[in-house]
Each structure stands twice: as C-alpha cells, then as structure tokens.
Nanobody
Framework: QVQLVESGGGLVQAGGSLRLSCAAS????MGWFRQAPGKEREFVAA????????EYADSLKGRFTISREKARNTMYLQMNSLQPDDTAIYYC?????????????????WGQGTQVTVSS
C-alpha cells in the first residue's frame, strides 16, 4: 500500500502559476488528474517511473510540466498561465509499473486531492 501526499494547491489569479507536489516512495508510474465541479475526472499529465517519458492532455501542452525527483520520491506539476477553467481538485495517482499510464482506471493508488482555484 502506498500513501500519496499532495500539496501546493491554492488560490491564484489568472495568468499566475502554481506547483503541485506529490510524495510517494517506491517504483511507480505516476500521473495527475483533475475534476472540476459537475464534470468528470480528466487526465492532466503522466510520467514513467524513470522520469524519462511524459504525456500530457493535448489542451494543456505548453502550460503544464510534469516532472519527478526520485531522490525525494516526489512528483511535481508546474502549472503556468493558469486560467479560471483550470479550477478543479487535482489528484495524484500511482501504479506499480515501469511504463507510462494515462488512464484513470489503471491507477491503483490515489491522493486525497488538492484544490486549485484560479480567479479572473
């Protein structure tokens, strides 16, 4: 069993930036998902265990960057040029796998979520 601990959410003005963190020890493929009020959970970004491959939702490419620091067992999501449509609860997810995982149903472990609110 792995515990995922997210941090870094908050309130930011449109055009601002936030960096989310998710701490997890072990060899896991990891990803970020988000869920806005009244909407389904959607894929944001994913990274393989080695940190050598990444995938992004098409609509977020260029603004969001996923990375991981294995020495600290931590994954990050750098979010730039934030817009009100980015307002959501952001979830960290992990799966004991070497490759990259982009589908929510494939993940075994989930964090509690961190709220990101972007004001206009």
């Amino acid at each position: 069993q792995v515990q995922l601990v997210e941090s870094g959410g908050g309130l930011v003005q449109a055009g601002g930036s936030l960096r989310l963190s998710c701490a997890a020890s072990g060899r896991y493929a990891m990803g970020w998902f988000r869920q806005a009020p009244g909407k389904e959970r959607e894929f944001v970004a994913a990274i393989n265990w080695a940190g050598t491959r990444t995938e992004y939702a098409d609509s977020l490419k260029g603004r969001f960057t996923i990375s991981r620091e294995k020495a600290r067992n931590t994954m990050y999501l750098q979010m730039n040029s934030l817009q009100p449509d980015d307002t959501a609860i952001y979830y960290c997810a992990a799966k004991a796998a070497w490759g990259i995982v982009t589908t929510a149903t494939e993940y075994n472990y989930w964090g509690q979520g961190t709220q990101v609110t972007v004001s206009s």
